[in-house]
């Protein structure tokens, strides 16, 4: 049972390329995120989407757009990167309802812009 | 203002003591509330969740909430070097699908 599992696991960009971040997961969970974790800044939501077919922006979302391929998948896409998007991401996913707050985090993204 | 606030620490406590992290919310409607822990250059995994006023006990583990004063603490009993990470607080507001973070507390346990 492999959780949440996200690719790629580190990856160096130039200033101006595009890349995307695959996450999956196996639990059959319905809502599943995107977040970012800076140092001083706490983990911060870039966009989530609580069931298949639908997405919503979080606290930081420019920048980004997302897709929700279907229940297991949940890409996150930088279309032109910028050093500010320099970070750790994370996708997650929980089960719908009372267990909202119950996340379950893949392993990380270690994004450098250059 | 940031919703969720703690103290970023580092906090150390020697081994077998208790160890008391606390958290405060600004969000009165807050509803759900809950404890993360995440190793160095790992990702988070929850611990504890609190959902009403009073303690909740899991092992060593105890959550507290006060609804009246806005805060939530998480107090380690025994504690082990095991136990060295950051811990993140976190919420959940009334009918929201979005977990608000704080920015974590750094505890090491001294041995």
């Known amino acids: 049972n492999a959780g949440v599992t996200q690719t790629p696991k580190f990856q160096v960009l130039k200033t101006g390329q595009s890349m995307t971040l695959q996450c999956a997961q196996d639990?059959?969970?319905?809502?599943m995120y995107w977040y970012r974790q800076d140092p001083g800044m706490g983990l911060r939501l870039i966009y989530y989407s609580a069931s298949e077919g639908t997405t919503d922006k979080g606290e930081v979302p420019n920048g980004y757009n997302v897709s929700r391929l279907n229940k297991r998948e949940f890409s996150l896409r930088l279309e032109s990167a910028a050093p500010s998007q320099t970070s750790v991401y994370f996708c997650?996913?929980?089960?719908?309802?009372?267990?909202?707050?119950?996340?379950?985090f893949g392993e990380g993204s270690r994004l450098t812009v250059l | 203002q940031k919703e969720v606030e703690q103290n970023s620490g580092p906090l150390s406590v020697p081994e077998g003591a208790i160890a008391s992290l606390n958290c405060t919310y600004s969000?009165?409607?807050?509803?759900?509330f809950f404890w993360y822990r995440q190793y160095s250059g790992k990702s988070p995994e929850l611990i504890m969740s609190?959902?009403?006023?009073g303690d909740k006990e899991d092992g060593r583990f105890t959550a507290q909430l006060n609804k009246a004063s806005q805060y939530v603490s998480l107090l380690i009993r025994d504690s082990q070097p095991s136990d060295s990470a950051t811990y993140l607080c976190a919420s959940t507001g009334f009918g929201n699908e979005k977990l608000t973070f704080g920015t974590g507390t750094r505890l090491t346990i001294i041995p």
């Open positions: 639990m059959n969970h319905n809502s």
């Open positions: 969000d009165r409607g807050s509803q759900s």
């Open positions: 997650a996913s929980s089960p719908q309802g009372r267990n909202t707050g119950e996340l379950f």
């Open positions: 609190i959902y009403s006023n």
